[in-house]
């Protein structure tokens, strides 16, 4: 894709976001940002959509695409933005762009390796410093197995931050503002340029739990 309107959706985190930008020789232009809370997804995510649309001046028919952040992160926000997402899709036909939170959050840091709280005492972890990239989900013991986490590593939670510090190794924390749907935006434009967009009939949410809790070449 080398021209066209594209629409954000991140809703993995404790604060969601929607953000419109226009892409034109190569360069993408923020057209409007909105935050959404979190707990408020499943009421205000859909209007939200509607409004960022008519202050652009733009219909859903005018898209060229979606890039979604599909998680890691919060299971209910993660389902709700990807209903969204597909209804859209498939109302008009417009292509999916898949993202990962971890991913997004070093690509944000400049940073090999991210964290993020996956709770119940439990850590999303991605390493893209090699030619393979891998997250996983793990334990504070498992991190202090491995003999902890060393150089950058970009965290966006200050309870992980702190947790980090109390572990294994000595890694040097790159803290950032938990990126959203604009930053989502940017990232994905590699994968909109190589054409490399997601299945929306069979569109699900990345998760690192259960049968998603497992080394995966596909992210990012």
Do not use: H, Q, W
């Given at each position: 894709m080398e021209t066209g309107i594209l629409l954000g959706i991140d809703t993995c985190g404790a604060m969601g976001s929607i953000a419109l930008s226009r892409l034109q020789n190569g360069a993408l232009e923020l057209l409007g940002e909105k935050a959404i809370p979190g707990g408020?997804?499943?009421v205000f995510l859909v209007q939200g959509i509607a409004d960022?649309?008519?202050?652009?001046?733009?219909?859903?028919?005018?898209?060229?695409?979606?890039?979604?952040?599909?998680?890691?992160?919060?299971?209910?926000?993660?389902?709700v933005g990807l209903a969204a997402v597909k209804g859209l899709a498939e109302a008009v036909n417009l292509p999916v762009v898949t993202v990962s939170r971890l991913a997004l959050l070093a690509d944000s840091a400049q940073a090999p390796c991210a964290v993020l709280d996956a709770h119940r005492g439990q850590f999303y972890?991605?390493?893209?410093?090699?030619?393979?990239?891998?997250?996983?989900?793990?334990?504070?013991?498992?991190?202090?197995?491995?003999?902890?986490?060393?150089?950058?590593v970009a965290v966006c939670e200050e309870t992980v931050a702190q947790l980090l510090e109390e572990l294994y190794g000595e890694p040097e924390l790159i803290r950032v503002r938990p990126p959203g749907a604009a930053a989502a935006l940017s990232f994905s434009l590699s994968k909109w340029r190589a054409g490399e967009?997601?299945?929306?009939?069979?569109l699900d949410g990345y998760y690192l739990r259960g049968a998603d809790a497992k080394v995966s070449s596909r992210v990012g």
């Open positions: 408020e997804l499943s960022l649309l008519a202050e652009a001046g733009i219909a859903v028919r005018d898209l060229g695409g979606i890039t979604a952040v599909a998680g890691p992160g919060s299971f209910t926000g993660i389902r972890c991605g390493m893209y410093g090699s030619s393979e990239a891998r997250e996983m989900l793990l334990t504070a013991g498992e991190i202090n197995t491995m003999g902890g986490l060393t150089g950058k967009s997601a299945d929306v009939a069979s």
